[in-house]
């Protein structure tokens, strides 16, 4: 792997470069407060599991990456409710959707049908397989749905505090439909075509089920975020503590990006070399809304690359394993964080069934988020 500057360059200091779209600016500068460069994969089947998933481990992660249409129970209340978790828990939501056809259609299922994606992820990723139209397209998509946001009416909605159903299942009443998670903050669709699907709001006998709802008429700025400041050093760490530099970033503004996939982790995949270089050449032409790549290595070569790749199919072996081969009978290939971050140089892993299926999910999590940072700070020359 060739040395380019982005891979002895802390996070911070590549938040600050005029490169830098203004969401992956946003999400670097989260990653070093958070000191996470992990991403779960929350492939899960129902609602309950994708919000107790991401409840358990959410403090521990910079990204959650959904596929929504594995839900079998996906709703726009599913959609609000992960948006209120990440708000609070402090990480973006990035939707595996792999874009792979002509503009219009995927300016379609961008914005609209059952998901409606472009409104509760900032992050989703694309094929370069129908040609460069595809990124413009989900471009000016992101570019339309930001801007009704700017000018929709907003409604918020909360409630006392209560726990999640198991399996969606609550004790204290069947119908959980019409009960609001806890501490929620959840908000109205955006008005796309005419067209509102209005949640549905209904005053029960539930004894935490004090419900309020305000609606504003706002005019926002997101379409033009402010890019977080960056310190001259680039140092990662302030006498501040995490909390308190969490407050001074901000909430997540309501920006969208993209990834291009340039590599997948499955054994025999046939995205050649040459199919490599021209996702690279189309993502510089649109470096404010492509943020990266998913791919087994860093991609950045020009001195003006400052792309974020982000990796999946890494595991940590059990311990007192290490150095055991890992992989399963489908062709997926496991790499230890360690060797994607710090031989490979990529950025953020993406961990699935290593945590997902753990039995103490958030201790798991926790394991993998300290083995990535630690071989990032190995990376940029801040290992002890």
């Known amino acids: 792997m060739s040395s380019h500057a982005s891979l002895t360059t802390t996070y911070r200091a590549r ?15 989260l990653i070093s407060i958070k000191q996470s460069n992990l991403c779960l994969s929350a492939d899960v089947d129902t609602s309950a599991e994708l919000l107790q998933l991401a409840e358990e ?3 521990s992660i910079c990204l959650l990456k959904t596929h929504c249409d594995i839900v079998s129970d996906w709703s726009d209340r599913t959609s609000q409710a992960l948006r209120e978790i990440a708000r609070r828990k402090r990480f973006l939501i990035f939707e595996d959707r792999k874009f792979a056809d002509i503009g219009e259609t995927v300016q379609k299922q961008y914005t609209s049908g059952h998901h409606r994606i472009s409104l509760w992820a900032e992050i989703t990723n694309a094929h370069v397989l129908p040609g460069p139209a595809i990124v413009t397209a989900l471009e000016k998509a992101a570019d339309s749905t930001i801007a009704k946001y700017n000018t929709a009416v907003h409604t918020e909605i909360s409630a006392s505090p209560r726990t ?7 004790d204290d009443d069947e119908d959980d439909e019409k009960d609001t998670p806890a501490d929620s903050a959840l908000e109205s669709p955006i008005e796309l075509e005419n067209e509102e699907r209005r949640l549905s709001v209904k005053a029960t006998d539930r004894k935490q089920s004090v419900v309020s709802v305000t609606t504003s008429i706002s005019m926002r700025t997101e379409a033009i975020s402010p890019r977080p400041e960056s310190s001259a050093s680039g140092d990662e760490h302030f006498s501040l503590d995490t909390a308190t530099e969490l407050l001074r970033l901000g909430e997540v503004p309501f920006l969208r990006s993209l990834l291009l996939l340039a590599e997948m982790s499955s054994e025999g995949h046939l995205m050649t070399p040459e199919y490599q270089k021209k996702t690279v ?22 001195p003006e690359d400052n792309f974020i790749t982000m990796t999946p199919g890494c595991q940590l072996p059990p311990p007192g394993q290490e150095g055991k081969k890992l992989g399963d009978d489908l062709g997926q290939q496991y790499n230890t964080p360690r060797k994607l971050i710090f031989e490979q140089g990529c950025d953020v892993i993406i961990v699935g069934r290593g945590i997902v299926r753990a039995q103490d999910r958030k201790s798991e999590a926790e394991r993998y988020k300290k083995a990535a940072w630690a071989a990032y700070e190995e990376r940029i020359g801040k290992a002890n």
């Open 164 to 170: 999640w159903p198991i399996n969606g299942i609550d």
């Open 57 to 59: 481990v959410g403090d």
């Open 281 to 302: 050449d189309i993502a510089r032409k649109h470096r404010d809304f492509v943020m990266g790549f998913i791919a087994q290595r860093s991609l950045n070569t020009e």
């Open 15 to 29: 938040a600050g470069l005029p490169t830098t779209g203004p969401l992956a600016s946003y999400l670097l500068r």
